[in-house]
Nanobody
Framework: VQLQASGGGSVQAGDSLKLSCVAS????????VGWFRQAPGKERELVAAISRSGSGSAYIEDSVKGRFTISRDNAKKTVYLQMDSLKPEDTAVYYC????????????????????WGQGTQVTVSS
């Protein structure tokens, strides 16, 4: 299993970006997927995660609630993170990760629950 994150870039505050996490290998529909971010000098934090069941069972971190949306397309083996109304404090490297052992409605929030990690994609938001 490999996860490929993409879609980052440099934008102005208030702009939008859509990150994609594309998985290779089988059984993607059995994976819960999370988006984490890490800013310089800060701890890695979970931004959003989605269960195997889809958007009906998802987690959105409080600071991005109402601005970020997570969704998945199993046919494309892809999880998306739509980021609207971006703020400078959203600047970070964003990583996607997959938990291929999650039960159907479960949304893993602990990084240790994720077995597979993609490389990061840089998001820079300037004011």
């Amino acid at each position: 299993v490999q996860l490929q994150a993409s879609g980052g870039g440099s934008v102005q505050a208030g702009d939008s970006l859509k990150l994609s996490c594309v998985a290779s290998g089988p059984l993607f529909n059995r994976a819960a997927v999370g988006w984490f971010r890490q800013a310089p000098g800060k701890e890695r934090e979970l931004v959003a995660a989605i269960s195997r069941s889809g958007s009906g069972s998802a987690y959105i971190e409080d600071s991005v609630k109402g601005r970020f949306t997570i969704s998945r397309d199993n046919a494309k083996k892809t999880v998306y993170l739509q980021m609207d109304s971006l703020k400078p404090e959203d600047t970070a490297v964003y990583y996607c990760a997959g938990d291929y052992n999650a039960i159907y409605y479960y949304v893993p929030q602990d990084p240790d629950e994720y077995e597979h990690w993609g490389q990061g994609t840089q998001v820079t938001v300037s004011s």
